[in-house]
C-alpha cells in the first residue's frame, strides 16, 4: 500500500523548509521529495530524498523539452512509488520548489493512483503584500520552470495561497497586525497552523497532513463560478469588498477603467459579464498590478438542458442557489482585497461601468451591438 503524501507549495523558501522540517520532526517514518528546478540552465533537475535525521539519496533528472516543470512531472510519480515499494514510509512529504503550483502536481500524483491527503502553502506574513505587490516575471527573478514560463511572482504566489486548504504560517518578527490580517482576509477559509520553534497551536501541521484532500472537488472549486470566494471584511487597515450586480457592464466603459480597477487593490478575482458576451463568463483575476481576463465558458444559462449533466455537480449547485428568472447564473461577482482600500470609489469606478438603465432597457440584442473593447484582451 502506498503511503499518504503531503504536499507542501510556496515562494516563501524559509516557511517552506521549516514546514516541510515541522513534518518530517513530528510524523515517524516520514521522508522529503525535493526536485530543485535551480539547476535547469545545466540541463537537469536535482532531486533529494530526506527524513529528519538528513539526505538519504540524491539524483539528477534530464529536462524534457526544455522544461524544468516537465522533468518533475516525469520524475515525481515514479520517485513516490518507489518510496512506496520500500514499505518504509509513513508520509511521503513532496516539497515543490519556489514557484511549481500545488495544483498541478496534486493532479499529477492523483493521477498517478497515489493519495494526496494534504496540500499545504508554507507563508511569511511580512511577505505576503510585497509579493502581491510583485509584477516582474519569473524570469526576471530567476524562478522560470521553463523558458515559456510567462507567469508573474504575483499571480503565481496568489495560485499556491489559494488553492491550499492548509497554510503554514511561519512565526515572522517583522510581521504586523496589518500582515496577518491581510492574509486572513485573502484565504478566510484555510486552516492556518503557525510553525517555528516556539509556535503553539491546537491543531498540529502533522494531523492536517494527513487529514484527506478531494483533487477533483478542488479543482472544480476553484471554476469562477462556484469558487468560494473571500466575504466582506474590515480590521487592521485591511478591507475586502464584495461588488455583486446582475445587470452587465457596457464593456467601453469596464476596458476604460481597467488600469484604476486592477491597481485599487493588492489583490482581486471573481467572474463578470459583457453587455455584448452575454452568453460568455468572463474571468477576472489581479495581482501585482497586472490583470488577467479569459473567458471561462459559457453560463450556464446559455446552455441546452442536455449539457448540464457534463458540468460538475458543484457548478450547478451553486447556479440554482443563484438562479435569476431572466439572467439565470449570469451575475458579476469581483471581491477586492488590500490594505488602504478605498471602498467608495471603487465602488463608484464599478458602478459607473455597467448599462445605464436606457441600455439595459434596449435588451439582449441591442446589447450585442455594442463596440467589442474586449476581443483584443480576450484574442478574439
Same mark, same amino acid.
Given at each position: 500500500?502506498?503511503?499518504?503524501?503531503?504536499?507542501?507549495?510556496?515562494?516563501?523558501?524559509?516557511?517552506?523548509?521549516?514546514?516541510?522540517?515541522?513534518?518530517?520532526?513530528?510524523?515517524?517514518?516520514?521522508?522529503?521529495?525535493?526536485?530543485?528546478?535551480?539547476?535547469?540552465?545545466?540541463?537537469t533537475?536535482?532531486?533529494?530524498?530526506?527524513?529528519?535525521?538528513?539526505?538519504?539519496?540524491?539524483?539528477?533528472t534530464?529536462?524534457?523539452?526544455?522544461?524544468?516543470?516537465?522533468?518533475?512531472?516525469?520524475d515525481?510519480?515514479?520517485?513516490?512509488?518507489?518510496?512506496?515499494?520500500?514499505?518504509?514510509?509513513?508520509?511521503?512529504?513532496?516539497?515543490?520548489?519556489?514557484?511549481?503550483?500545488?495544483?498541478?502536481?496534486?493532479?499529477?500524483?492523483?493521477?498517478?493512483?497515489?493519495?494526496?491527503t494534504?496540500?499545504?502553502?508554507?507563508?511569511?506574513?511580512a511577505?505576503?503584500?510585497?509579493?502581491?505587490?510583485?509584477?516582474?516575471? +519569473? /524570469?526576471? @527573478?530567476? %524562478? *522560470?520552470?521553463?523558458?515559456?514560463?510567462?507567469?508573474?511572482?504575483?499571480?503565481?504566489? &496568489?495560485?499556491? $495561497?489559494?488553492?491550499?486548504?492548509?497554510?503554514?504560517?511561519?512565526?515572522?518578527?517583522?510581521?504586523?497586525?496589518?500582515?496577518?490580517?491581510?492574509?486572513?482576509?485573502?484565504?478566510?477559509?484555510?486552516?492556518?497552523?503557525?510553525?517555528?520553534?516556539?509556535?503553539?497551536?491546537?491543531?498540529s +501541521? /502533522?494531523? @492536517?497532513? %494527513? *487529514?484527506?484532500?478531494d483533487?477533483?472537488?478542488?479543482?472544480a472549486a476553484?471554476?469562477p &463560478?462556484?469558487? $468560494?470566494?473571500?466575504?466582506?471584511?474590515?480590521?487592521?487597515?485591511?478591507?475586502?469588498?464584495?461588488?455583486?450586480?446582475?445587470?452587465?457592464?457596457?464593456?467601453?466603459?469596464?476596458?476604460?477603467?481597467?488600469?484604476?480597477?486592477?491597481?485599487?487593490?493588492?489583490?482581486?478575482?471573481?467572474?463578470?459579464?459583457? @453587455?455584448?458576451?452575454?452568453?460568455?463568463?468572463?474571468?477576472?483575476?489581479?495581482?501585482?498590478?497586472?490583470?488577467?481576463?479569459?473567458?471561462?465558458?459559457?453560463?450556464?444559462?446559455a446552455?441546452?438542458?442536455?449539457?448540464?449533466?457534463?458540468?460538475?455537480?458543484?457548478?450547478?449547485?451553486?447556479?440554482?442557489?443563484?438562479?435569476?428568472p431572466?439572467?439565470?447564473?449570469?451575475?458579476t461577482?469581483?471581491v477586492f482585497?488590500?490594505?488602504?482600500?478605498?471602498?467608495?470609489?471603487?465602488?463608484?469606478?464599478?458602478?459607473?461601468c455597467?448599462l445605464?438603465?436606457a441600455?439595459?432597457?434596449?435588451?439582449?440584442?441591442?446589447?450585442r451591438?455594442?463596440?467589442?473593447?474586449?476581443?483584443?484582451?480576450?484574442?478574439v
Amino acid at each position: 500500500m502506498s503511503p499518504p503524501v503531503a504536499v507542501v507549495a510556496g515562494l516563501h523558501t524559509t516557511a517552506r523548509t521549516a514546514a516541510v522540517g515541522r513534518l518530517l520532526a513530528d510524523v515517524p517514518g516520514s521522508v522529503a521529495l525535493h526536485h530543485d528546478l535551480a539547476t535547469a540552465a545545466a540541463g537537469t533537475v536535482v532531486r533529494t530524498v530526506r527524513d529528519r535525521d538528513g539526505i538519504l539519496s540524491t539524483g539528477e533528472t534530464p529536462l524534457v523539452n526544455d522544461c524544468a516543470c516537465c522533468a518533475l512531472r516525469e520524475d515525481l510519480v515514479p520517485e513516490l512509488r518507489r518510496l512506496a515499494d520500500a514499505g518504509t514510509t509513513r508520509l511521503a512529504v513532496v516539497e515543490l520548489w519556489d514557484s511549481v503550483e500545488p495544483r498541478a502536481m496534486a493532479e499529477v500524483i492523483a493521477s498517478g493512483g497515489l493519495t494526496v491527503t494534504s496540500v499545504i502553502t508554507a507563508v511569511d506574513p511580512a511577505l505576503v503584500l510585497p509579493c502581491l505587490g510583485n509584477g516582474d516575471d +519569473l /524570469a526576471e @527573478a530567476g %524562478l *522560470a520552470a521553463a523558458a515559456t514560463d510567462q507567469r508573474t511572482v504575483a499571480d503565481t504566489f &496568489a495560485r499556491q $495561497l489559494e488553492y491550499a486548504p492548509v497554510l503554514a504560517v511561519a512565526d515572522s518578527p517583522e510581521a504586523d497586525d496589518e500582515d496577518r490580517e491581510l492574509l486572513a482576509q485573502l484565504h478566510p477559509t484555510a486552516r492556518r497552523i503557525p510553525i517555528g520553534a516556539d509556535a503553539r497551536s491546537p491543531e498540529s +501541521l /502533522a494531523r @492536517a497532513a %494527513l *487529514a484527506g484532500f478531494d483533487v477533483e472537488g478542488a479543482a472544480a472549486a476553484q471554476h469562477p &463560478a462556484c469558487a $468560494l470566494l473571500p466575504q466582506e471584511a474590515d480590521g487592521h487597515g485591511v478591507s475586502t469588498l464584495v461588488w455583486s450586480r446582475r445587470r452587465p457592464f457596457h464593456p467601453e466603459r469596464l476596458y476604460a477603467a481597467l488600469e484604476d480597477l486592477t491597481c485599487a487593490a493588492a489583490r482581486s478575482r471573481g467572474r463578470f459579464w459583457l @453587455a455584448d458576451k452575454p452568453d460568455t463568463l468572463l474571468h477576472w483575476d489581479a495581482a501585482g498590478g497586472a490583470l488577467c481576463v479569459e473567458s471561462a465558458g459559457p453560463w450556464l444559462a446559455a446552455l441546452p438542458d442536455a449539457a448540464w449533466e457534463t458540468v460538475p455537480p458543484v457548478r450547478r449547485a451553486a447556479a440554482a442557489l443563484d438562479w435569476h428568472p431572466e439572467h439565470g447564473d449570469r451575475r458579476t461577482h469581483l471581491v477586492f482585497t488590500s490594505p488602504a482600500l478605498d471602498r467608495d470609489g471603487l465602488a463608484r469606478l464599478l458602478e459607473s461601468c455597467l448599462l445605464t438603465d436606457a441600455e439595459y432597457a434596449a435588451g439582449r440584442d441591442s446589447w450585442r451591438k455594442l463596440p467589442p473593447a474586449f476581443d483584443t484582451l480576450l484574442e478574439v
